[in-house]
């Protein structure tokens, strides 16, 4: 398989096996006027298998999006075919309009143009709870 280097852009790396996809969605790469390629389940010498995404365009991801899908990713800003900046990522603080409360009690479930706010609670293991009700993201 060859998959051209870019010029610029960007290149997500050492994402867990299978949740390309999953960020190709959020971040909305399908609207992008540019080449993405999605390469899957890739050999990893740190994590058995890997997956990888290349975006040939200049862009800002949302790092609290890819932080919250997966913390290990690395963000490779590409400038003239040259590594230029790497961003390591963290689990966000706070998340927004990713996740909906699943509590039907909830404000977010009657006033639907309040935004759905998760924030970290627990960061050894990943638990977010809804702002307003406290109810943990599932």
Do not use: W
């Not at 040939?56 to 590594?83: C, Q, R």
């Not at 309009?97 to 977010?108: A, F, G, H, Q, S």
Request: charged share 30%; proline share 5%; glycine share 4%.
């Amino acid at each position: 398989m060859h998959i051209d280097s870019i010029r610029n852009g960007i290149v997500l790396d050492h994402i867990k096996a299978g949740k390309s996809m999953e960020i190709y969605k959020f971040l909305g790469l399908d609207s992008l006027d540019c080449s993405v390629a999605i390469i899957k389940n890739a050999p990893s010498h740190k994590q058995g298998r890997k997956d990888i995404i290349k975006i040939d365009s200049a862009m800002e991801p949302d790092l609290d999006i890819l932080g919250f899908i997966d913390p290990e990713i690395t963000v490779n800003v590409i400038k003239d075919g040259e590594l230029v900046e790497k961003k390591h990522l963290t689990l966000p603080k706070q998340i927004r309009d990713v996740l909906k409360c699943k509590n039907p009690r909830c404000i977010t479930s009657v006033e639907q143009e309040l935004p759905h706010i998760f924030n970290l609670t627990d960061p050894r293991h990943a638990v977010y709870r809804c702002a307003y009700c406290e109810t943990k993201a599932e």
